[in-house]
């Protein structure tokens, strides 16, 4: 049969205050009761046991009393009684803040750990809990304020800490101990051992920091230890890339293919580039490219060195880097990281002079930086990208998304690339506005050369019509040349067209004009001179 013993406090009948042991008279005097099954206690107090109280009948589940007294003694002593209360060490982890880019380009998330020593700090106060708001539903034991903060403390008797229960204490942000009781002998105890128990004997562990007086300062302390140990790291890669990088080059590499990276957007591009100049200076390899003197070279198969010293660059504001990687040597293959967008269209400017070569006439654009995709109804003329000089990228081999990419980060204003075998050319919304204001005004002449340039036929009719080969609509005869109109007739050659009569009369040729009866039709005459020639 288990032993009544064990129970070191009661439940005063008169007042519902909890008394430990030491506090009543012997006897039935004690005037308490359990306060598990609220039967009659009897306090022991004699000089051969511990001190205890005892149920006046044995209750049917003792047990339970038993753990429930020590439950209460242990959070009343540690709230009420002891002096000094020993206090675990704790553990802060904090995530440091680096600089070092893991090989996904992302930065690494490490987490480092600081410890509070463990220390006995003297016991101010402290209260048992009926209920602490801050993390209610949950209720830990009871509050002790020392002199090292405040914190609560959590009797662990049977069971530990549910989920739910610790979950709430980390929302809560407060610090709570745990006392463990699982493994004391419930019999036998006097006062004086739970009290050594409660002040530093029991095992004890933090359930929670919390954020307080003395965390707070240690964490920040951390962090900047931290940062000064990202910070020496960096300084490590940096040194270890230059190792990397010196044996990589020979003399000139010639760059067949070029990715350009701004920000998120890669830009596809080729052409050929030349690397000059390529030099080792304090450790790093460093080449010319046109219009972009020491430029940083990496020569590593594995992108993400790049990737991360980019990243980390682009971390770094104000200090615009150019990397250029070359995926092997010898296989003319370079990616180009750059967050100087000046470079890339300085780079974009060279590039296209070797590739703009735009044999069709006429180019119908889209229009980007509307909320919708829209055709320019005014196609784009050779003449036109001609005028624009620099602000007109074409190539034989970027894609249409690309063009739309270099218009849209404002590298050219006009951007022709190849998209399903087609020419396709993208230009901003300024040029478009420009283009649309391009409208013919209304005179025979502007009229006919807008229409000549834009593709847009119309009816020319040869008068009078005295051979079978000049029959007919003559549209697609007719040229601009220099801005002036021709009809290029085969086997003939060009022959001026003059929309002046008075023109035509002194210089012979053509004359055009426009068909009295029908409106937007146009007669083509001759002079006698170009009839001769038929
Ligand atoms: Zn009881």
């Not at 509050?143 to 610790?166: A, C, L, M, N, W």
Request: hydrophobic letters at 40%; one cysteine or more; proline letters at 6%.
């Amino acid at each position: 049969m288990a032993r009544d013993q064990g129970i070191l406090i009661g439940l005063d009948k008169n007042t519902g205050e909890l008394k430990t042991i030491d506090r009543v008279v012997s006897g039935k005097a004690c005037n308490c009761v359990c306060p598990e099954c609220r039967s009659q206690l009897v306090a022991r107090k004699g000089r051969q046991k511990a001190h205890h109280y005892a149920h006046a009948s044995l209750p049917d589940n003792l047990r339970n009393c038993q753990e429930t007294a020590l439950h209460l003694s242990a959070k009343i002593i540690a709230a009420h009684v002891v002096q000094f209360l020993s206090l675990p060490g704790r553990s802060f982890g904090v995530k440091s803040t680096s600089k070092i880019i893991t090989p996904s380009g992302d930065r690494s998330c490490r987490y480092r750990t600081v410890t509070i020593e463990a220390e006995e700090p003297e016991r101010l106060s402290g209260r048992v809990e009926p209920l602490v708001p801050e993390i209610s539903p949950y209720r830990p034991d009871a509050r002790v304020d020392t002199t090292s903060g405040s914190f609560y403390v959590e009797i662990r008797v049977t069971h530990p800490v549910p989920p739910e229960k610790q979950q709430a204490m980390d929302r809560a942000n407060i610090p709570v101990v745990e006392l463990d009781f699982s493994k004391v002998s419930r019999a036998g105890l006097t006062i004086e051992e739970m009290e050594v128990l409660v002040a530093s004997a029991a095992p004890r562990s933090w359930l929670s920091f919390g954020c307080d007086e003395l965390s707070i300062p240690a964490v920040s302390k951390l962090n900047a230890e931290v940062e000064a140990e990202d910070s020496r790291l960096h300084q490590l890669m940096m040194e270890q890339l230059r190792v990397d990088l010196r044996p990589a080059l020979a003399e000139q590499v010639r760059i067949k293919s070029l990715h350009l990276k701004l920000g998120d957007h890669a830009i596809p591009v080729s052409g050929f580039l030349s690397l000059s100049n390529i030099q080792f200076k304090s450790g790093f390899t460093l080449a010319d490219l046109p219009g972009v003197p020491n430029a940083l070279v990496v020569s590593v198969d594995e992108s993400w060195l790049v990737n991360r010293l980019f990243a980390w660059h682009q971390s770094e504001k104000g200090r615009p880097l150019t990397v250029i990687s070359l995926s092997a040597l010898g296989s003319h293959l370079a990616t180009v990281y750059s967050s100087e967008t000046d470079f890339l269209k300085r780079l974009l400017c060279h590039m296209h002079k070797n590739d703009l070569n735009i044999p069709a006439p006429i180019l119908r654009a889209e229009v980007i930086n509307r909320k919708f995709p829209m055709e320019l109804e005014t196609p784009i003329t050779k003449e036109f990208l001609f005028n624009m000089g620099d602000r007109v990228y074409a190539s034989s081999s970027i894609s249409g998304y690309a063009a739309h990419a270099l218009v849209k980060y404002r590298f050219y204003d006009v951007a022709i690339g190849f998209e399903d075998g087609n020419r396709r050319a993208v230009v901003s919304e300024d040029i478009a506005k420009q283009l649309s204001h391009k409208r013919p005004n209304g005179g025979i002449r502007e009229t006919l050369i807008h229409n000549i340039q834009m593709g847009q036929p119309c009816l020319v009719r040869f008068v009078p019509s005295i051979d079978e080969k000049l029959k007919g609509d003559l549209f697609d005869w007719l040229v601009v040349y220099r801005g002036e109109i021709f009809l290029n007739v085969p086997d003939l050659g060009r022959e001026r067209v003059y929309c002046n009569r008075g023109d035509f009369w002194k210089k012979g040729g053509l004359l055009i004009y426009p068909d009295p009866m029908r409106r937007g039709d146009f007669h083509l005459e001759a002079s006698r001179d170009f009839l001769g020639k038929l």
